[in-house]
């Protein structure tokens, strides 16, 4: 997939801007990690943003417009970025740290809505993951967030029913990627914005 993207041409201004997108418990973060590595391996300036760093229970999509105004359109102006993160260490989510963004080769962009309607003209390759059933994938964003997030995961798992949907993500994808393919499965998430992937 890194030499596909390699390959793509760059639609954020000089930047390849990848979407990792899929449900709940699909291996996004896995795959981006695994991604991200692949770009170091190959000595490419690459970095991650989770949409985890965004979104809350009650806030899943509409966040965008921060991540939009802090990073993307600097990004696509040739200058450096910036947002503030979600904390969840007390258990309610709160702004945390300022990230910076600098402007790298590529960016991977990995959560659900990464590959929303609204990017699509930007992005230089949409990955969809999916093919678990939704209580294989239940129990595995269990495992990565505890079980205290049952009842929350059960109903993110209702909202982005018909949030890919109606955003019609996978029908947009241009790679397709089975979840079970994708290994090793991380139950906890790296922060990618705030680890340097070039080396």
């Known amino acids: 997939m890194a030499e596909r993207v390699l390959a793509g041409r760059p639609a954020l201004g000089g930047v390849r801007l990848v979407a990792v997108d899929g449900p ?17 391996e190959r000595g490419v300036d690459a970095l991650g943003i989770g949409t985890d760093e965004f979104a809350t229970w009650d806030d899943p999509v509409s966040w965008w417009p921060r991540l939009r105004d802090g990073v993307l359109r600097p990004l696509a102006r040739g200058r450096g970025g910036a947002y503030r993160r979600m904390d969840w260490t007390s258990g309610t989510p709160v702004p945390g740290e300022s990230i ?17 309607a609204s990017v699509r003209a930007h992005l230089t390759c949409l990955a969809w993951l999916d093919g678990l059933d939704q209580a294989t994938r ?10 205290r997030e049952r009842k929350h995961l059960r109903e993110w798992q209702d909202f982005e029913l ?18 079970n393919a ?18």
């Open 24 to 40: 709940s418990g699909a291996g996004k973060t896995t795959l981006a990690g695994n991604l991200l590595t692949e770009f170091t």
């Open 100 to 116: 910076t963004v600098r402007v790298p080769e590529v960016l991977v962009l990995e959560g659900v809505s990464a590959g929303r």
């Open 138 to 147: 239940l129990e595995r964003a269990v495992s990565r967030d505890g079980e």
């Open 162 to 179: 018909g949030w890919f949907l109606a955003d019609r993500t996978a029908a947009a994808a241009t790679v397709r990627i089975e979840s």
């Open 182 to 199: 994708v290994r090793p499965f991380v139950p906890v998430a790296p922060k990618f914005a705030t680890q340097s992937h070039y080396s």
